[in-house]
């Protein structure tokens, strides 16, 4: 029997997805984000897809996941977010570093002398994120003297573009604003980027010259109220996974490790060939659902490495021909990321990486099962 998590992922969806975040920044250039495997969608799949639909760029976090796609034979441009190491792969594989320091600069600049061309960089400024990047004008300026640097582009990251209160995205861009004057006045029109999916949705302000969405590609909202969920988008992932044996449990049975969850009637369970082995967080235990032939089932009793129980007394005749959907639509029902994430105190892109991760993905055009709602 195959363990763990099917993931079926929806290209159309993708596609409807990137149409609809287009027409949201008037038709802006798009830098998909496809870091982390498309955040557990598969990267080198979504990378092919962008590169068709003809987004502006791609960006990952490391080298090696840029490395990964050119082996998969994309010949997008990729704007390498994090990584200021492995300078001469950047020239190699034709890759965009994104900029955070003057040691970066100069090692860039050295490489590229060497190999007798002009590199193009983007440079990160770091206006409230307190991670990494430029927080110098002076620096900003220096690295224009480089010869072997071309700076096409200006970046940054906003830290809470996904809270209705939008006085710090404000400061952010004020802040980002003032060092692309001060660019300007040299002369320098770098393309100017800082939206994330939230600042796509929610701030027209923040959408300079182009912008870099992740989550809002495969249909997740990033923002957590109710009130501010994006109906058209349509999630791409569909998760299920095996039902191994349906069992009667009399009333008062405990299931499960340390006896957690104990049956307060005659029980019909399920055992499910999922469990925190293959990114079924245990945080689920007792409180996520799996919806079998497209009713609710709740999860009883802890979440195994290999096994999760769930009770499918109400739920009428199951056998192990039927599947366990953990994430995604079934009939009527659905169970969304957001759901899952906060059974789990974690936000909806930690759920899609755990199961997209060690999912086995199947990937389909024809729209699974219709309208999802985020
Ligand atoms: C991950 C990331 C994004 C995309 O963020 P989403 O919230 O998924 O849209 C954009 N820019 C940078 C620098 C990132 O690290």
Do not use: W
């Amino acid at each position: 029997m195959r363990r763990g998590i099917t993931a079926e992922i929806d290209l159309d969806a993708a596609l409807k997805n990137l149409e609809l975040l287009r027409e949201a920044v008037k038709g802006l250039p798009v830098i998909a984000v496809v870091k982390a495997d498309a955040y557990g969608h598969g990267a080198a799949e979504l990378a092919r897809l962008y590169e068709d639909a003809e987004v502006h760029a791609l960006a990952v976090a490391f080298v090696p996941e840029a490395e990964e796609l050119r082996e998969a034979g994309i010949k997008a441009p990729i704007l390498v977010l994090f990584d200021n190491t492995e300078h001469e792969k950047y020239l190699k594989l034709n890759l965009t570093p994104v900029i955070h320091d003057m040691k970066a600069a100069e090692a860039f600049s050295l490489e590229a002398e060497k190999k007798g061309v002009v590199l193009d960089v983007h440079i990160k400024v770091d206006t409230g994120m307190g991670r990494v990047g430029f927080n110098d004008e002076k620096e900003i300026l220096q690295v224009l003297d480089l010869k072997n640097l071309n700076v096409v582009g200006l970046m940054s990251h906003l830290s809470e573009a996904d809270l209705a209160d939008m006085e710090f995205v404000d400061l952010q861009l004020k802040r980002f604003n003032g060092i692309k004057q001060s660019l300007h006045k040299k002369g320098l029109k770098p393309m100017c980027h800082i939206a994330n999916s939230a600042a796509v949705l929610a701030c027209p302000d923040a959408h300079l010259d182009a912008v870099r969405p992740g989550l809002a590609l495969y249909g997740i909202s990033p923002f957590a109220g109710e009130d501010r969920r994006i109906p058209a988008l349509r999630p791409m992932m569909r998760a299920k996974a095996r039902i191994l044996t349906v069992r009667r449990l009399k009333a008062d049975t405990p299931v499960s490790y340390s006896r957690t969850f104990i049956t307060k009637r005659p029980t019909l369970a399920a055992a499910l060939a999922v469990g925190y082995a293959d990114g079924y967080n245990r945080l689920f235990s007792n409180s996520a659902s799996v919806l079998i032939k497209g009713k609710r089932a709740p999860v009883i009793g802890r979440v195994c490495m290999d096994l999760t129980m769930a009770d499918v007394t109400d739920i009428g005749e199951v056998s192990e021909r039927d599947e366990a959907v953990l994430l995604g639509r079934d009939g009527d029902e659905s169970i969304t990321a957001l759901e899952l994430a906060e059974k789990a105190s974690t936000i909806p892109y930690e759920i899609l990486l755990s199961f997209g991760k060690n999912a086995r993905r199947l990937y389909s055009r024809i729209p699974l099962t219709g309208e999802h709602p985020v």
